[in-house]
Structure formats: C-alpha cells, structure tokens
C-alpha cells in the first residue's frame, strides 16, 4: 500500500475518494464544458473568446444574470487552478563554470534553461488513472502462440521485465518501467534563437494500445534545450558529452525513482 506494507493477496483496492463537486473548480458542468471547448477542442484565441462570452453576458442580462466567465483570464485562471491529474512545470538553469578559460566555447559559457515537470506526479496520475484498469498489466508475464513459441507484445511480456521482477528483494512491490523518448521534432523559441527537444514520458504497465492513442498514456514531460556550437565542435568528444547528460539532470530531480 501507500505505506510500503505488504497487501494480502486478495485485498480490494483502495476506495477512490468522490469529490463533493465533481467538476471543481468549476462551479458546474456548464464553466466545465465551456472551458474544454473553447480553450481545448476549438482553441479559440483570446479576443474572440472574450467577444463571446461578452455576448453571452449581454443575453442573460435582460434576466438579471451572467455567464459562466467574465473574460478569457478567467477561463485560464480556472484551468490553472485544476489540482486533479495536474503536475506543475519547473525550470532549472545551468550554471557555467566560473573558471572557464576566456577562449572556451560559447556552448560552455551559454545558461541553458530546462523545463520539466515533475516526474514522481505524471506516474502517480498514470498509476491511479481509472480508464487504464482494464488494459492494465501489474506484473510480468509469458504469451505463448500456438504452436508454443514465445510472443512478446506489450512491454511487461519482455524478458527485462521477469528477470529485473524474479528479485526476492523487490517481494511485495511492483515493477513500473518507466519509458522516455523523444524525435527530431524541434521546438523554437522566438526569443533568444533557442530550440528545444520535446521529451516524453509513459510507463511499461499500460498496453501498447492504449499508449498508440496516447489517451495521457504518453505525457510530454520536459524540453530539453539544443546547445549550440560552431561547425569546428561538431565531433568534439566533450560538446557531445555535455548534451547526453541534459536528460540526467531531470532524472537527477526525482529522488524517489
């Protein structure tokens, strides 16, 4: 359980807790649906989100009401204000060496801002979402065809996974492979000509079903700046150290992983 004791083998799970308002922080389904469609499905730009909702308020008015927001900021406001499933984004900036020589590169010298969210929140929520009960593996397994050959499909069918579990050290925990990855994909910042590299997250016990449709079974996690250097450091041995170690100063803020 959440105190590291071990459960029995027919425990039922914990009784999820049902908030008084199921839609809060809104006030009702109503600021709830608004909120979801104009920000989410229809991304509606600020000032058509305020003339609309301008003229929501001017057709309630003759009956003494309002609508649900008075302007885009107070959509916002409640969006960022959702603690349900939410992980805050942090920002940590590297600190160049002050006793770098005058001549040293300018990768060196550069403070590289990096954007992550907090990695131990986004698996608690993939842990406790209810929609992946049923596709779901809590332990490893073996499929075997027909013909009794190995199948391996989803992540905890894998040989790692049964070998890193058979461990009598870890009785009584369960194994959550943590997947991350990223592409070439690039993201620039108009400011200051820095791009970076989006990072994701997701965790070996969700299908690979449910992980193809995402479905916040893949998160977007952090961004990783792009270190930039003259042609002359391309195959420089230390400027292609510096950017591998990038994504363990994020692993390096999650203590309890």
Known sequence: NSLGDPLSANAPPDTREVPENPWEPFNDMVEF??????????????GDTDFLLNLWHLSLAKHDDVGPFHNHKAIHEAIDSIKQGSAPWHCFVTIPNPELPADAPKWKKTEYEVWYLDLETVIKNMLDNPEFAEEFDTKPYVELKVDGTQWWSDVMSGNYVWTTSDDNTTEGSMLVPIILGSDKTTVSVATGNIEYHPLYLSIGNVHNTVRQVHRNAVVLIAFLPIPKSDCEYDNDPNFHLFKKQLPYLIRNRATNL
Request: charged share 20%; no cysteine.
């Open 33 to 46: 649906h608004t909120a979801d469609l104009l920000y989410h499905k229809v991304e509606m730009s600020q």
